[in-house]
């Protein structure tokens, strides 16, 4: 079926590239055609451990004949190793697992509120970041700070008001009575590659510490090593009260989890929230291999390499070409903003072989596997500057 017929089948809402991805292995992707393609998109943020990783392939054969699902109206061990494991690597107390980053941050949102409820007071407003994104969920398009996820969408949930990254002032302003939490991403991913300073995220804190407010961070994209340590927040020194997961958690297969202090999490009493598929044996077992792999191959210091080789080259793009004005963000998040829309740019290089993706009209953004490799970040270095010399910019 070529791709103008799958369209036929399938809902419009997303601009596709006209390419149908049939396989994988390691950084490569095949198409239907035969044709390869070294990947720093990696399923956005998905596959930390790049594609066909045998220590996936083992424990997900291995699950499939034991036992897939099971619900949560019993423990499955596979589940409790998960949420112990998230807890010790976090520093919070308690994890709830469900099936995406929409509903991580769904149950942040509901988690909130359910705590000052449970203390009697009415605190419901969350506060997060112009330009930030938190999924496409109803409460989570109303807490993205984002006109263009809105539209359409009307009446949207209340209780959500936005402030622009980094201004601390503003933040102060926009706090009052009825402030439950700030939820902010601690790299904007999707909104262009912006990254808040670590001087705001400590006033951050010690303004929800000054208020009685709840620190959510969002590390759907930014969690599970993609900035170098296990989460970003870890750089700022800053301890959250509630974090989101979900992306590069499962290395692939679909799992998102919320994890709240033991004095948060409690408020998430026996029948107040749930997911049939949370927590099902199958992607908890997965994202345990995927955070086993990572301390077997060491891949929280290959992030910091590849990091360093990847801005280097970009570096270079931005002294060469006046289009590029700088490289952004953090670990292998990272992005170059262009003053023009990058759109041909990617066109060009996956005309070449090469995918990457935008993040906003004029930042490119590159979120390679984990484990890539040196050779594999010379490689893709060198067909974006093809592509981008082809196009006579
Ligand atoms: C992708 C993303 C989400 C939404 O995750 P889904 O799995 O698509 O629902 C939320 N927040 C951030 C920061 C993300 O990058």
């Not at 601009?15 to 990947?39: E, M, N």
């Not at 499955?76 to 998960?82: T, V």
């Not at 970003?232 to 997961?245: C, M, N, Q």
Request: with cysteine; hydrophobic share 45%; glycine share 10%.
């Amino acid at each position: 079926m070529n791709t103008q017929q799958a369209a036929q089948y399938l809902t419009p809402n997303y601009a596709r590239f006209p390419i149908t991805l049939v396989k994988g292995q390691g950084a490569r992707l095949w198409d239907d055609a035969g044709k390869s393609y070294l990947d720093f998109v990696a399923g956005i943020a998905v596959n930390t451990l790049g594609h066909a990783h045998p220590a996936l392939i083992k424990t997900i054969t291995e699950q499939a004949v034991t036992m897939l699902h099971c619900s949560n109206l019993y423990f499955n061990p596979q589940q409790n190793e998960l949420a112990k494991k998230l807890v010790e690597l976090s520093g919070l107390g308690k994890t709830f697992f469900c099936n995406s980053g929409a509903e991580a941050n769904e149950a942040a949102i509901k988690l909130a509120r359910k705590f000052f409820f449970d203390k009697g007071e009415r605190k419901y407003t969350i506060i997060t970041a112009l330009q930030s994104f938190h999924g496409r969920t109803m409460q989570t398009i109303a807490a993205t700070g984002q006109d263009k996820v809105k539209e359409g969408f009307a009446p949207l949930p209340a209780g959500f008001t936005h402030v622009a990254l980094n201004d601390l002032d503003a933040l102060k302003a926009a706090i009052d009575d009825s402030t439950a939490a700030i939820m902010l991403e601690p790299l904007q991913g999707e909104g262009g590659v912006n990254l808040a300073n670590v001087v705001y995220l400590e006033a951050v804190r010690a303004l929800c510490d000054k208020h009685g407010i709840l620190l959510i961070f969002d590390e759907i994209q930014t969690g599970i090593g993609r900035c170098g340590t296990m989460f970003a927040f870890e750089k700022a020194g800053v301890s959250p009260d509630i974090i989101t997961l979900a992306k590069g958690l499962g290395g692939g297969v679909p799992i998102g989890a919320m994890l709240a202090t033991n004095n948060v999490g409690k408020s998430f009493s026996a029948g107040s929230h749930g997911t049939t598929f949370g927590g099902n044996p199958m992607s908890c077992a997965v994202a345990l291999t995927v955070l086993d792999v990572m301390e077997e191959e060491d891949l929280l210091n290959n992030v910091q390499a590849r990091s360093a080789q990847l801005q280097t080259g970009l570096q270079k793009l931005v002294a060469t070409y006046t289009i590029f004005e700088e490289v952004r963000g953090d670990g292998l998040l990272l992005g170059i903003k262009a003053n023009i829309e990058v759109a041909p740019i990617i066109n060009a290089c996956l005309d070449n072989g090469l995918l990457v993706l935008a993040a906003g009209p004029q930042v490119l953004r590159f979120l390679p596997a984990l484990n890539i490799s040196e050779a594999e970040i010379t490689e893709g270095l060198a067909i974006l500057s093809k592509s981008i010399e082809g196009l006579n910019l």
